[in-house]
Structure formats: C-alpha cells, structure tokens
C-alpha cells in the first residue's frame, strides 16, 4: 500500500464479486479516494457459474446463458463495459416456449405470463388445462383482494389466486426453472414482487396482466423497437467476465485464495487466509454464497452468521447436447420446455440453445442443453457422471424424437449454488444488512440477498459499494 491508501478487500470472484471491484475502483477515481483494491477468490478462476466452452463447433454455456432486459442494471453494465455491440436478444422467430405434459410438448398460451395469463382465447384453447382447471383460473377475476398482510408462498398465491391445476401444470416448473426451487416454500414478495402489486393494485391478476400488455403495446409504439426480453452476447456469457477483468488492472486478482477468518484489531479488519497469513483491510465487501459468509462473520457477529447460515440453497446440473440436425425429429421451433414435477422426470427443463440465441451451432447441428436438480433432483444429482448423461438424454430421447449419441456432451454440476428465498426473506434480509452495517467498513452483495439473476448481482454490488466508499471517504489517511 502507498502511504495515505486504504485498502478495499472483496470476497468472492463471481459477477457481484468483479462488479463490485469495477465500482470501487470507479467510484474511488471520481472521489479522488487512494485506495487499493483486492479480491479473494478460492477457486482457480474468477466468474462463478458463468463460463462459456466451445465443442464441436458450438458455443457452449456451463451457467447462466442470458439475463432480463427489463432490469436496467445488466444492459448498463454491458454498455459502460463496450459490450452493447455484442448484446442479441432471442431469435424472434423462437419467441415461445413448451411445457411437457403427458409426455408430449404443448405451446405455453400466447401471452402466458409465468403465473398466469393475459390473452384469454390462446388460454380458452390450450390443452395445458382442463376445461375445470380454467374455469378456476377464471375465478381470478372476480376474487377479493387477500385480507392482511405479510409474505405467504408463491404456491400459496397461486392456489389461492388460479387454483392448483394452475400450480401444478404451470407455475411450479416454471419457477423451478428459475429458482431450482420448491414454489410452496419460496417467498412471493422475494421472488415475484410484481404479482403482489398487481393484486393489492387491481384485485385481479389477469386484468392486471392485460392492463400491463396495453400499456406495454403503447409505450413500444411510441418509443420504437426496444430490447428482447432475455439477452444473451454474441462470443457467450463470459465475455461480460473477461471485459469485468480487463477493467479491473488497477486491482489486485488473487485466485486460489480462500478467506477462513475474520476479526477486528487496531481500527482495521484482519482477513485470515487458509494456509496461513492475513490480509489487512479498512473496507470489506462479501460477495459470497451465504453459507460462506456465515463461517467468515461467526466471531464477528453471531446474528449476522446464523442469519447467513439459515438461507437454504439447490443444486443443479447442465448438460449441454451437440448432435447433429437429422438426429433430432423436434423442429426446434421455441425457446425450449420445463417439465412439471408431476411428470416424475430428472430432467427440469430443456433450453434449445441453437434455436434460442443466433450463433450457438453450425449449419447441420443442434445444441440442446438439459436442467437437472432443484427440489425434486437431489437422487439424479448424486449419480456418477454417465449414468446421469444416460438418464436425461433418455428423458430427451422420445420427447425431441433423438436418433442416435451426441456428438458432445459435457455435464457441470453447481453444488449449493442457488439460493432460495423462502417465506419472510426480505425481512431476514433487511435484517443482515443492518447488522453488517453496524461492522465498520462491511457491506454485503451477492445473489442470495435481492434477486439472483445478473441485473440483481450488479444492482447490489453498486449499492454495497457506494455504501463503502461513503464510509472510506469518511476516513483519516492512513498512517501506510
């Protein structure tokens, strides 16, 4: 450290983790702050899930393969990294998606929105639901308002609101695809805000829905073609990691580095190091899994640790398929399938990655890639290798109408990897970032607090970062 610097230390090197170091360094340049800036990742490589691969000629994602456009913070991110250029929305011919129902793929209804829909005739004329099933869903629009307040479950909501055909047959695969979770324990005001609004707002639901696409038709009328809804670049998902690296070269990248221990002493914190040796800090920045940052704050503060230790977490694992065109009797046609727990399947969901985003596969491939985990997949998860290669290209196999091997198939399992925001979480949460703000210099971002997607982790790196750079210019200069 130079004499007069401060010294900012993040924990954890995934897309909160880089976008956290890209904003202190940015915001340390405008306040004329010296500070140095160091990020500990115990992996060997920065970018948590987001990892592209290239095989038989396709481009490969391990993690996430896109993020919403409708949260800001993603496509700003990207436009102030030079990569706006390289941002392509879903192929607009592929805008649909399938759900798996006896075994054969239906269409999602035209203007289905996760929950439930806002076009009624593509609803009327689905055989997604039964003719009793939809004259529930139908109820909605004449049901009360829910009485009181609190947080109740997403299947709670949607039980209550649609009744549990809608559940069953299209909420909960569609939240497992998203959460890898279980809709009866997951929070409705964590998960899905924008569904409790339109119920305190509007009564109904499906009114609320089709107010919202008028408004929607209005404002693209007026403002001109905007993004699509789900974003992806056109070299991968890694290209946001390796231009958060290339901007970080006034910053310190220590991988292999695996923080074990954290105590305050003389004014700074003391950040142990397994193997041995300390790192100094006067700010702290933990972007980590939570069950992570609870071993780290045990000392520290004990709430805080429990609280963190207390957010329950899902595994996954993808499988990304090359096989070639004539291989696969499916058109392709869509964006891809979830399946519903009541289909009794490891496979979660199936995206048509060649389909979905242009330049994925070459002329005469396909790239298909397979979910497997969440609530219902611990047993297929802890099978060997091959044998759960075997089992979903066998669930595959009669529903695309799949002839012959893969020419590829690469598997990658995320153990603990998502975070469920279960019933009451915002509260817990506003909880431990109280109790970090009550340590000196300590601030908390990641995907287990306030959303899990890309848009999420960069909202909450900037706002833990703005927090510590209030409180670092607050400072006296250090003595170096």
Request: positive net charge; hydrophobic residues 45%.
């Amino acid at each position: 450290m130079t004499p007069g610097s401060r010294r900012a230390v993040v924990l954890g090197g995934g897309v909160a983790g880089l976008a956290a170091c890209f904003r202190l360094l940015q915001g340390a340049r405008e306040r004329g702050l010296p500070l140095e800036v160091v990020l500990l990742e115990a992996s060997l490589r920065v970018g948590g899930a987001i990892e592209t691969a290239r095989a038989g000629g396709c481009l490969l994602e391990k993690g996430p393969d896109c993020f919403l456009s409708v949260k800001p913070e993603g496509v700003a991110l990207c436009r102030e990294l030079g990569l706006e250029g390289q941002l392509i929305g879903t192929r607009p011919e592929c805008r649909r998606s399938f759900i798996l129902r006896g075994g054969r793929l239906h269409p999602v209804p035209a203007g289905f929105y996760l929950l439930a829909p806002s076009s009624l005739t593509p609803f009327v004329t689905s055989p997604v639901f039964s003719p009793l099933g939809k004259l529930r869903m139908a109820l909605d629009l004449v049901l009360p308002r829910r009485r009181g307040a609190g947080d109740e479950s997403l299947a709670s909501f949607v039980r209550r609101r649609l009744g549990r055909e809608a559940l069953d047959r299209m909420a909960q695969p569609m939240v497992a695809g998203i959460y890898a979770a279980d809709p009866e324990e997951l929070s409705l005001e964590a998960t899905m805000p924008q569904f409790l609004e339109m119920e305190r707002r509007h009564r109904s639901v499906i009114l609320a829905l089709r107010r919202r696409v008028a408004q929607a038709r209005g404002a693209a009328a007026a403002s001109g073609p905007r993004y699509a809804l789900f974003l992806s670049l056109a070299g991968g998902m890694e290209t946001l990691v390796e231009a958060l690296r290339e901007r970080l070269l006034g910053a310190s990248l220590r991988c292999g580095a695996r923080a074990v221990g954290l105590r305050r002493e003389g004014g700074r914190w003391r950040v142990g190091l397994e193997g041995g040796g300390e790192l100094e800090a006067d700010a702290l920045c933990a972007a980590l899994p939570a069950h992570a940052g609870s071993k780290l704050f045990g000392e520290v503060s004990p709430r805080l640790s429990a609280l963190l230790g207390g957010i329950p977490y899902g595994s996954v694992a993808t499988l990304n398929l090359v096989f070639r065109r004539d291989r696969v009797a499916h058109p392709l046609d869509g964006t891809g399938f979830v399946v519903p727990a009541a289909e009794g399947r490891p496979l979660m969901a199936c995206s048509f990655s060649s389909s979905k985003f242009a330049g994925r596969a070459p002329e005469g491939k396909v790239l298909l890639r397979a979910f497997a985990g969440g609530a219902r997949g611990g047993e297929a998860l802890a099978l060997a290798e091959g044998e759960l290669i075997r089992r979903l290209v066998e669930d595959l196999r009669p529903v695309l109408g799949l002839s012959g091997e893969p020419e590829e198939a690469l598997l990658q399992r995320y153990g603990r990897a998502m975070p469920h925001y279960t019933v009451g979480h915002l509260g817990r949460v506003e909880e431990m970032e109280r109790l970090a703000a009550e340590l000196p210099g300590v601030a908390l971002a990641g995907s287990a607090y306030r959303g899990v997607g890309i848009p999420d982790c960069a909202a909450g790196a900037a706002a833990a970062v703005a927090r510590l750079l209030d409180q670092l210019a607050g400072l006296a200069p250090a003595a170096g």
